[in-house]
């Protein structure tokens, strides 16, 4: 996963998003704007098509982080790079705040289809072919890219948008780290079909593209391998977290926020058995979110 700001400049803030670029995306631009120099009358249009293409990847990425602070997750970073954005997204761990996190990037897209559309026919039905072709061409280019990524991000494959989709879809029926599981599974084999077309069409970037993928789906597979065992764990069935509503393990063991010492705080009441320390707060090992130690035991379990 890329790092949120090594390697890449910081562009702008808007609603407490900010937004970076990659570094290595100019390098990118030079080289498919001059590979598309014959498609327009001026250079100008190629560099607006490119520009285009990230400003749909933009919003879509902005569809993700305001859909997960919309249930109460964190999101503050956007990354733009070569291969398209990722937004450093935190939902709630609930499969409901997740889906909605995950598919609001793709409604994205659909919404400006929708916009899009009446707007395409309407230069095409006045002859713009004709009077104003690089604006026809530009306007069919960027309908045809927002299609593509539509497309492209709902394939179930994990990490895309399809493949998390299907994680989250499946996380209503089971746990969290059997939907993982079978999510990665799922998305191996799309990655073998998808490296399977790279080959044939000697693909430079779906190859790099699967690569990535490939390496998002070993890492999922292995935190899929860590919740199933803390999913299979004894549990403290009094408490709940009020986040995620989950009973904590039994002996979890956590760092005390004093002595650094691990303590049960769940065993212990709250209170550090090496230094007597009082925590008015605990960590979720679910979610990884804090609430006041009181607020556990008054969470009916859903």
């Keep these: 996963m890329l790092s949120s700001g090594?390697?890449?400049?910081?562009?702008?803030?808007?609603?407490?998003?900010?937004?970076?670029?990659?570094?290595?995306?100019?390098?990118?631009?030079?080289?498919?704007?001059?590979?598309?120099?014959?498609?327009?009358?001026?250079?100008n249009w190629n560099l607006i098509e490119y520009v285009s293409l990230f400003v749909i990847v933009l919003l879509h990425e902005f569809g993700h982080s305001l859909a997960c602070r919309q249930v109460g997750g964190d999101a503050n970073t956007i990354v733009l790079w070569p291969l398209g954005g990722i937004a450093f997204v935190k939902p709630p761990q609930r499969p409901g705040a997740t889906l909605w996190s995950i598919a609001a990037g793709p409604l994205v897209n659909v919404v400006i289809a929708i916009l899009l559309w009446p707007l395409l026919r309407h230069a095409q039905e006045s002859g713009w072919d004709e009077t104003m072709p690089d604006t026809l061409?530009?306007?069919?280019?960027?309908?045809?890219m927002n299609a593509f990524l539509f497309i492209f991000n709902m394939l179930p494959i994990y990490p895309l948008d399809g493949g998390q989709i299907?994680?989250?879809l499946l996380w209503f029926v089971c746990s969290a780290g059997r939907s993982l599981q079978i999510a990665v599974v799922v998305g191996f084999i799309g990655l073998a079909g998808l490296a399977y077309f790279a080959v044939a069409e000697q693909s430079f970037w779906l190859g790099i593209l699967c690569f990535f993928g490939a390496t998002q789906?070993?890492?999922?597979?292995?935190?899929?391998?860590?919740?199933?065992?803390?999913?299979?764990g004894p549990r403290w069935t009094d408490y709940h977290c009020p986040h995620c509503r989950q009973s904590p393990l039994r002996e979890a063991l956590l760092p005390c926020q004093n002595c650094a010492e691990p303590m049960d705080p769940f065993f212990t009441n709250a209170i550090c058995p090496h230094c007597l320390h009082r925590h008015e707060v605990t960590a979720c090992i679910t979610c990884h979110q804090t609430a006041p130690f009181e607020a556990w035991s008054q969470q009916p379990k859903s």
Aim: with cysteine.
């Design 166 to 168: 299907l994680r989250s």
């Design 137 to 144: 061409k530009w306007i069919t280019a960027v309908f045809q």
């Design 6 to 43: 090594k390697g890449s400049i910081r562009l702008f803030n808007l609603l407490g998003i900010t937004v970076f670029l990659h570094w290595s995306w100019f390098l990118v631009a030079v080289v498919e704007i001059q590979n598309r120099a014959d498609r327009y009358s001026s250079m």
């Design 217 to 232: 789906c070993i890492a999922g597979w292995k935190y899929a391998q860590i919740l199933l065992k803390l999913e299979s």
